[in-house]
């Protein structure tokens, strides 16, 4: 018996715990602060970047504590957790009340509690009764959703009220982030980001994933059939744009344009333009002047093949080719760098911009090098992710939105008007609740009250 | 006459209706009131004006898109939104000392944007990444939440002065608004702040997931964004289940909003996603 007694203690002092608000504001005071550390320290680098920036003693410390990849370590989660149940908790505690003030046949009045309100409106009136009840009811139903009149021996009672559901509001809010930690975690359990590059005509089926590195095959293949990237006069991207078609059983099923911000989603997998590069030419095309004879010879040169000069000078190998090349401090852009071998046995390097033809003249050598053309293939950059979890955060999202609106901007107001003979005249009496925004509540229960004594 | 010049004049007109707010203020006179009212009505509506010839100037260079896209835009945003709610607030509250502490904010918000040498006012082409019809609701919704934050701010600064003057002997604070009234309105302004801010989060979350492929990815300016979420949730909590009011909620916003800043300044000095908005 004692020991059932315990863990039932056990169990309500956790509950009591997690019901507490003092502890959301706790978590939620946490999470902002904690939170500010990733920011400042750049997350999910390598670790020899952190090593180099921090020091051995720091980087160790730092590393224990998950902070290089914070967002993910076990004791944020651990926080967003607790909030969860703190919020699940709270909400429960409190639901059973407010689901019997809110599902209710008839909503229940207290005149007693409208006659005790410090802030009453009151004016006499000395139209007939009939009219002046036909009055009230109209305007009553007409700004409030429910109404009632009663019949009292001295006159009447009104009753309206509305928005009795908005005390749901708040439900809809903690049942929201609910919603965004399914959503998460069914993302992170069941989905997978990854990325791939595909040159110009040609076919993809894996990619590898951004997490782990490992190879995730996919159901179907890409093919890149075309990139392209234009600009704006002033320099800047413009577009980047991929023509892609899926590929299943060796056919096409689906051909596409993606850019930024228009991706294709197929068979659950979503494929956004992410970056692009240009693939190393593998073929390119030489003009060689003589500087002896003045002739000029054209050439094509496979990388890293040597092809023999004319007039029987040697061999030129091309070797690399570099997306950008300094020389001297001078920015070349692209590049191609070959190695001369003279017949004399002499071997020097041959630096071959694209942008600069006459580049090579300044070698002073006996034949002037210069590339004509080269074969340019793009390869596009695609951000490949599947996120079975997204439905459920964007409901999550929905909900949210329209949780807040019915919590902050809408209330549950009530409203009574009490008539009652006094002398030949009658008094009214308008006096009204709002379980939130009580002030906005008094100017609407006197502007009411202005209406009805104009009348 | 083009939007920037426009947008510097409106500058000026600010700053006059600043001062004639505070001057209204210091020597409880009601004609400065009057014209500050009315010059600040007319800086909000060549502030409106500004940012739409500033979209059909771009419209024609040939690079049409919404006046959102940078932190020039932004912050003549941001001063167009703070004047309009400060209006609204002005006429249902008929009190104008609130406008000497949110005019000054309006008037370095736009002076900031105009005459900061860091912030180019050219018309920038688009990006691909912010090619997106998105821009234009989450822009509006983060400022809309932001200008709210700044006018509650600015209250819970008048509460806190109002506050350490009990006996009311204060020449200065005589003519501010209740106590109570400042306490509540700093109040409504969080709570109009967090519907827009969690409405431009949202947003900006699905923008993501069709730019980047992925709706939360803990870049700098969400993180902030969402800090500046819990530190707002925490007061609303605090005040409406716990019954903070007063001293410690006006607290609580400052820190929200210095929060806001650094979402809205302090990030672009960290690397991240966001780094258009400069």
């Not at chain 1, 695609?382 to 902050?408: A, E, K, N």
């Not at chain 2, 909000?44 to 500033?54: F, T």
């Not at chain 2, 409504?188 to 702040?193: H, I, K």
Request: net charge positive; glycine share 8%; hydrophobic share 45%.
């Amino acid at each position: 018996m004692k020991k059932e007694n315990e863990s039932a203690d056990f169990f309500s002092r956790l509950w009591n715990f997690f019901a507490s608000i003092r502890l959301t504001v706790v978590l939620l005071l946490s999470l902002a602060v904690t939170s500010m550390v990733g920011t400042f320290i750049p997350q999910n680098q390598s670790p020899a970047a952190y090593f180099h920036e921090y020091g051995e003693f720091f980087y160790k410390i730092l590393s224990v504590l998950n902070i290089f990849d914070m967002y993910h370590s076990w004791w944020f989660q651990l926080l967003l957790l607790m909030l969860t149940i703190n919020v699940i908790i709270c909400s429960l505690n409190r639901f059973s009340t407010t689901w019997k003030i809110v599902f209710v046949k008839i909503p229940p009045f207290s005149v007693a509690k409208f006659r005790s309100l410090s802030t009453k409106e009151e004016f006499t009136s000395k139209r007939p009764i009939k009219e002046l009840k036909k009055k009230c009811e109209d305007i009553a139903s007409k700004k409030f959703s429910y109404c009632r009149v009663e019949q009292t021996d001295k006159g009447f009672f009104i009753f309206a009220e509305k928005g009795r559901w908005t005390r749901l509001g708040v439900y809809a809010v903690h049942f929201s982030i609910i919603l965004l930690l399914i959503g998460a975690l069914t993302g992170s359990i069941f989905g997978f980001e990854g990325f791939v590059n595909i040159p110009e005509g040609e076919t993809v089926n894996s990619i590898e994933l951004r997490k782990t590195g490992q190879i995730h095959n996919l159901d179907f293949g890409i093919r890149c059939d075309d990139f392209s990237v234009s600009f704006y006069e002033t320099g800047a991207p413009k577009e980047f744009r991929s023509t892609l078609s899926i590929i299943e059983d060796g056919k096409s099923v689906l051909k596409e344009d993606i850019i930024v911000n228009d991706p294709l989603r197929y068979k659950g997998i979503n494929l956004f333009q992410s970056s692009y590069g240009m693939l190393p030419p593998e073929k390119i095309t030489l003009n060689i002047v003589s500087r002896e004879t003045g002739m000029a010879y054209k050439k094509t040169a496979k990388i890293g093949q040597p092809i023999e000069i004319p007039e029987g000078m040697g061999t030129l190998v091309i070797k690399d080719y570099r997306d950008s090349f300094n020389y001297k401090s001078l920015s070349l852009g692209e590049t191609f760098i070959g190695i001369l071998n003279k017949k004399d046995g002499n071997s020097i390097n041959i630096i071959l911009p694209l942008h600069f033809d006459s580049f090579d003249k300044m070698r002073k050598g006996d034949f002037i090098f210069s590339v004509t053309e080269y074969d340019n293939r793009h390869y596009t950059g695609l951000q490949v992710t599947s996120d079975p979890g997204v439905l459920v955060v964007y409901s999550g999202f929905i909900v949210m939105i329209i949780g807040c609106f019915g919590t902050f901007f809408m209330s549950h107001q009530r409203l009574c008007i009490e008539i009652a003979k006094s002398g030949n005249n009658y008094k009214v009496i308008v006096a009204g609740t709002a379980n939130k925004n009580k002030l906005g509540m008094q100017a609407r229960v006197k502007r009411l009250s202005q209406n009805l004594a104009r009348l | 006459m083009d939007s920037s010049n426009l947008l510097s004049v409106v500058t000026f007109v600010y700053g006059l209706a600043a001062i004639l707010y505070i001057s209204s203020w210091i020597f409880k006179k009601t004609l400065p009131g009057l014209l500050a009212t009315w010059t600040a009505f007319l800086g909000a509506m060549g502030n409106a004006a500004g940012i739409i010839m500033r979209w059909v100037e771009s419209y024609k260079l040939g690079i049409g898109h919404a006046p959102l896209s940078n932190m020039y835009e932004s912050l003549v945003f941001f001063s167009c939104t703070i004047a309009v709610i400060y209006l609204v607030i002005e006429r249902t509250y008929k009190n104008r000392i609130i406008g000497a502490f949110a005019m000054p904010i309006v008037f370095l918000s736009i002076a900031y944007a105009s005459l900061s040498p860091n912030i180019r006012d050219q018309i920038q082409p688009l990006i691909p990444a912010l090619k997106s019809n998105w821009l234009i609701a989450h822009v509006m919704a983060c400022f809309l939440g932001y200008a709210a934050f700044a006018i509650a701010f600015g209250i819970s600064l008048m509460y806190l002065f109002k506050q350490r003057d009990k006996d009311g002997e204060s020449y200065l604070l005589s003519h501010f608004p209740e106590l109570s009234v400042l306490d509540n309105l700093t109040h409504q302004m969080v709570t109009f702040g967090f519907l827009f801010l969690s409405i431009g989060i949202i947003t900006g979350a699905v923008w993501a997931n069709s730019a980047w492929g992925s709706y939360w990815s803990w870049d700098p300016k969400e993180t902030w964004s969402l800090i500046t979420w819990f530190i707002y949730a925490t007061l609303l909590h605090a005040r409406m289940m716990r019954g903070w009011h007063g001293k410690r909620i006006a607290y609580v916003s400052i820190i929200g909003f210095l929060a806001v800043m650094f979402t809205y300044f302090g990030v672009n000095l960290l690397p991240g996603l966001h780094s258009y908005a400069q």
